[in-house]
């Protein structure tokens, strides 16, 4: 049969070596194009990924503001010229195909008109979830903020669900940065063995948009004194997802 | 005997050494042994009292200085095509491999092999099932549900939004039951074709002048028909139930912070 296949081979025309390299490079490149296609042109990167949802959904262009998680599974604080938008990226392996793509979600999709309240879902390198604050009134520049945590948003069979207290504020303080954002880190308890942000993170890591927790806001001017005080929720969470 | 043949070795070796892509110098030194070889035989056949030795060394000298050819067949035989030549077929291997592993057709054959053969055809029969209700929307095709048609509009109106143009064409006002539904031919053309997904046609909503609200999230405001795609766009009869007969305009919108505003007059109907 291998002798048959030879003869069949030597039987056509045989090309000089540089057209054989020209004729392998584009059979290389055809078929890495029917690859990607077959799996759906997957983006490299998370950012990547979430960037093509908001494509998708027409959020383009923006502007990375802050980007929280590593590796498998981040969140994006981007900023459009009307808009701020809020997702994550989370890499999964998909059974169908024996690969891995990228699960991206849009949580928030928020006009950028008054005072913006907004957390990303993914833990940041320190561990403290994120609030990201916009549109204080001028003269702010620094302020604190305490969330309102309970255990309505989590699975009951996520990380130590039963030892976690039922509710708890937890506090930061945060200065308004140079792009006018401020950064609020709630920190989660070092000392205790189950922390209720810890809970509320592990059960928000895949999916989950942070529930929408009671806030209080509390804005100060360069000599410290009160300018606003501000009280709401954080927003709900819009669940577009797309699959990358 | 073995020192004629040993020589006749060294010049290849010499004559070949400075092509440095084994597999020419190897098919260089195939070539050359059979030339002498030839040379040989040539010499024997002329002369038949040489020897085979003398055959070997006249047939050797008259090569020529094997230095001198070395440098020859080195300057005509550049490496770096050969390694390219090399490292393509390595590539095409190694794709063909990736692409019978790894594309879907390993999870389940047959499935893959049914939707690869059959979404063409669904494909086909959805652009035909639309273009029969558009035909019934905007033209005089028959409806198959319980509706009259009251006007008829051409918009032609366009807008940007990110890397998109939305363009609305035609539309239809429905009296269906007790309301009235409308219905735009709503197209989205993304410069980007990658970024296209059907996902965006449900964040879109309505506003009119007599201050009603069309919310996405409202039911009865979605499309009718199929969502037309191809490679970079979308098409579909986007419809908004319960619009009032006597709004003079509607503008068209996406989800809020996005500046989208696309009014469609609604008194200039065609005939």
């Given at each position: 049969?291998?002798?048959?296949?030879?003869?069949?081979?030597?039987?056509?025309?045989?090309?000089?070596?540089?057209?054989?390299?020209?004729?392998?490079?584009?059979?290389?490149?055809?078929?890495?194009?029917?690859?990607?296609?077959?799996?759906?042109?997957?983006?490299?990167?998370?950012?990547?990924?979430?960037?093509?949802?908001?494509?998708?959904?027409?959020?383009?262009?923006?502007?990375?503001?802050?980007?929280?998680?590593?590796?498998?599974?981040?969140?994006?604080?981007?900023?459009?010229?009307?808009?701020?938008?809020?997702?994550?990226?989370?890499?999964?392996?998909?059974?169908?195909?024996?690969?891995?793509?990228?699960?991206?979600?849009?949580?928030?999709?928020?006009?950028?008109?008054?005072?913006?309240?907004?957390?990303?879902?993914?833990?940041?390198?320190?561990?403290?979830?994120?609030?990201?604050?916009?549109?204080?009134?001028?003269?702010?520049?620094?302020?604190?903020?305490?969330?309102?945590?309970?255990?309505?948003?989590?699975?009951?069979?996520?990380?130590?669900?039963?030892?976690?207290?039922?509710?708890?504020?937890?506090?930061?303080?945060?200065?308004?940065?140079?792009?006018?954002?401020?950064?609020?880190?709630?920190?989660?308890?070092?000392?205790?063995?189950?922390?209720?942000?810890?809970?509320?993170?592990?059960?928000?890591?895949?999916?989950?948009?942070?529930?929408?927790?009671?806030?209080?806001?509390?804005?100060?001017?360069?000599?410290?004194?009160?300018?606003?005080?501000?009280?709401?929720?954080?927003?709900?969470?819009?669940?577009?997802?797309?699959?990358? | 005997?073995?020192?004629?043949?040993?020589?006749?070795?060294?010049?290849?070796?010499?004559?070949?050494?400075?092509?440095?892509?084994?597999?020419?110098?190897?098919?260089?030194?195939?070539?050359?042994?059979?030339?002498?070889?030839?040379?040989?035989?040539?010499?024997?056949?002329?002369?038949?009292?040489?020897?085979?030795?003398?055959?070997?060394?006249?047939?050797?000298?008259?090569?020529?200085?094997?230095?001198?050819?070395?440098?020859?067949?080195?300057?005509?035989?550049?490496?770096?095509?050969?390694?390219?030549?090399?490292?393509?077929?390595?590539?095409?291997?190694?794709?063909?491999?990736?692409?019978?592993?790894?594309?879907?057709?390993?999870?389940?054959?047959?499935?893959?092999?049914?939707?690869?053969?059959?979404?063409?055809?669904?494909?086909?029969?959805?652009?035909?099932?639309?273009?029969?209700?558009?035909?019934?929307?905007?033209?005089?095709?028959?409806?198959?549900?319980?509706?009259?048609r009251i006007a008829?509009?051409?918009?032609?109106?366009?807008?940007?939004?990110?890397?998109?143009?939305?363009?609305?064409?035609?539309?239809a006002l429905w009296?269906?039951?007790?309301?009235t539904s409308l219905?735009?031919?709503?197209?989205?053309?993304?410069?980007?074709?990658?970024?296209?997904?059907?996902?965006?046609?449900?964040?879109?909503?309505?506003?009119?002048?007599?201050?009603?609200?069309?919310?996405?999230?409202?039911?009865?405001?979605?499309?009718?028909?199929?969502?037309?795609?191809?490679?970079?766009?979308?098409?579909?009869?986007?419809?908004?139930?319960?619009v009032?007969p006597?709004?003079?305009?509607?503008?068209?919108?996406?989800?809020?912070?996005?500046?989208?505003?696309?009014?469609?007059?609604l008194?200039?109907?065609?005939?």
């Amino acid at each position: 049969m291998k002798t048959v296949w030879k003869n069949l081979w030597a039987k056509l025309p045989q090309l000089p070596r540089r057209w054989k390299v020209v004729r392998n490079l584009a059979a290389v490149l055809l078929l890495s194009a029917l690859c990607l296609r077959l799996w759906g042109w997957p983006s490299l990167t998370p950012y990547g990924a979430f960037r093509r949802l908001e494509g998708e959904y027409l959020l383009t262009p923006s502007e990375l503001v802050l980007r929280t998680g590593s590796g498998k599974y981040q969140a994006f604080l981007t900023e459009g010229e009307n808009w701020v938008s809020v997702g994550r990226a989370s890499q999964m392996s998909s059974y169908d195909d024996f690969r891995y793509k990228y699960d991206v979600r849009l949580h928030h999709v928020l006009p950028k008109a008054g005072l913006i309240v907004v957390a990303l879902p993914v833990a940041a390198e320190d561990h403290a979830m994120v609030v990201a604050v916009k549109g204080v009134p001028k003269g702010a520049v620094s302020g604190e903020l305490e969330v309102e945590m309970n255990k309505d948003g989590m699975w009951p069979e996520s990380h130590a669900f039963h030892q976690l207290k039922s509710a708890e504020t937890f506090t930061a303080r945060a200065e308004k940065e140079e792009n006018g954002w401020f950064f609020f880190h709630l920190e989660q308890h070092p000392l205790e063995e189950y922390c209720l942000l810890e809970g509320i993170l592990n059960s928000m890591s895949v999916w989950g948009a942070v529930p929408e927790f009671p806030y209080r806001l509390t804005l100060l001017d360069e000599a410290g004194n009160e300018v606003e005080r501000v009280e709401g929720t954080l927003p709900p969470d819009q669940r577009i997802q797309g699959w990358r | 005997m073995n020192d004629k043949k040993r020589s006749i070795w060294s010049w290849l070796d010499l004559a070949t050494a400075g092509i440095r892509f084994k597999p020419d110098r190897e098919a260089v030194r195939q070539e050359l042994t059979d030339h002498l070889e030839d040379k040989i035989a040539d010499f024997q056949r002329i002369f038949p009292d040489m020897t085979r030795a003398e055959a070997q060394d006249r047939a050797v000298s008259e090569m020529g200085d094997p230095m001198e050819v070395g440098r020859e067949l080195a300057r005509i035989h550049k490496p770096w095509l050969g390694y390219l030549w090399r490292v393509s077929r390595i590539l095409v291997q190694v794709m063909v491999c990736v692409a019978i592993v790894g594309v879907p057709f390993r999870s389940n054959p047959v499935e893959n092999l049914r939707s690869a053969l059959w979404t063409p055809v669904q494909d086909a029969w959805e652009r035909w099932e639309n273009r029969a209700v558009s035909d019934v929307l905007y033209g005089d095709g028959q409806p198959d549900w319980d509706g009259e048609r009251i006007a008829l509009y051409s918009f032609g109106e366009k807008a940007r939004l990110g890397h998109c143009t939305i363009s609305v064409g035609r539309g239809a006002l429905w009296q269906e039951g007790d309301g009235t539904s409308l219905y735009v031919e709503l197209r989205l053309d993304y410069d980007r074709p990658w970024e296209a997904g059907k996902g965006v046609l449900f964040y879109f909503w309505a506003e009119d002048d007599l201050g009603n609200r069309y919310d996405y999230d409202r039911p009865g405001v979605g499309y009718r028909g199929e969502i037309l795609e191809g490679i970079g766009w979308l098409a579909v009869n986007y419809r908004v139930d319960d619009v009032s007969p006597e709004a003079e305009w509607l503008k068209l919108h996406y989800m809020p912070g996005t500046d989208l505003d696309l009014t469609l007059d609604l008194t200039e109907v065609r005939p």
